[in-house]
Nanobody, 125 residues
Framework: LQFVESGGGLVQPGGSLRLSCVASGGTLDSYTIGWFRQVPGKEHEGVSGISMTDGSTYYTDSVKGRFTISGDNAKSTVYLQMNSLKPEDSAIYFC???????????????????WGQGTQVTVSS
């Protein structure tokens, strides 16, 4: 599977963006997908994940209540709706495969180090 991210942009604090992650090379319905973000000089940070098998979701504490992840198997697409954006949300956002959650335990780490181009999100007034 390969992923292409889009939907980023410049938004004022408190604003919203909807990111899209389109997969090619296969279907998503048996996978778990994660959104990550990276700022210069730092490692990729896990933001959210979704099981495309059962629709279960996971969020890191810093985005709970503000971000919503969803998926559309028919379109092989995962979305990240980001509301109430803060300057500290500024980063390049990526999506990739993550391990399937086991008994409700999530591992928000990529299964490999193959990242796409990502999409830039800048939150600034």
């Amino acid at each position: 599977l390969q992923f292409v991210e889009s939907g980023g942009g410049l938004v004022q604090p408190g604003g919203s963006l909807r990111l899209s992650c389109v997969a090619s090379g296969g279907t998503l319905d048996s996978y778990t997908i994660g959104w990550f973000r990276q700022v210069p000089g730092k490692e990729h940070e896990g933001v959210s994940g979704i099981s495309m098998t059962d629709g279960s979701t996971y969020y890191t504490d810093s985005v709970k209540g503000r971000f919503t992840i969803s998926g559309d198997n028919a379109k092989s697409t995962v979305y990240l709706q980001m509301n109430s954006l803060k300057p500290e949300d500024s980063a390049i956002y990526f999506c990739t495969l993550i391990p399937t959650p086991h008994q409700g335990s999530w591992i928000l780490l990529p299964v490999d180090d193959d990242w796409g181009q990502g999409t830039q999100v800048t939150v600034s007034s």
